[in-house]
């Protein structure tokens, strides 16, 4: 993790010298979502905390977050791509209609034009 995320990682070693500095759990994991300040982080300290109070798993409290942050993601990915839609609007009436009423209707046009010269 230090490669992948070095700022989280650094967040973490200090949530660790702070427990072994003597301070309690609850209270080096509020500090850690104090520094961080995300709401995601806010999430997991809650967790966490309630899971040392109350002597619950913390594997399934965990698997259970980790589920709720797939279920947020995907509503997230749901509601982009609901207002997707919206967004293409305007480039589909400006930019790709046009070029496809030439295409579709140029052939169209120059058999009327020619048959209105040969005509006259």
Same mark, same amino acid.
């Given at each position: 993790? +230090?490669?992948?995320?070095? *700022? ?16 309690? +759990? ?21 967790? =966490?905390?309630?899971?040392? +109070? ?18 947020? +993601?995907? $509503?997230?990915?749901? *509601? ?8 293409? $609007?305007?480039? $589909? ?7 496809? =009423?030439?295409? $579709? ?16």
């Amino acid at each position: 993790m +230090r490669h992948a995320r070095p *700022e989280l990682s650094e967040e973490f070693a200090l949530t660790g010298l702070a427990l072994r500095g003597g301070s309690s +759990r609850a209270d080096a994991l509020r500090n850690l979502s104090q520094r961080v300040g995300l709401k995601d982080i806010d999430a997991l300290v809650s967790m =966490l905390v309630q899971a040392d +109070r109350f002597g619950t798993s913390v594997s399934e409290s965990l698997a259970v977050h980790a589920e709720a942050l797939r279920t947020q +993601r995907r $509503l997230r990915a749901e *509601e982009a791509g609901a207002k997707l839609p919206v967004k293409l $609007l305007m480039p $589909l009436i400006f930019c790709v209609f046009p070029s496809l =009423l030439t295409v $579709l209707l140029g052939p169209v046009a120059v058999t009327l034009v020619r048959g209105f010269v040969q005509t006259v």
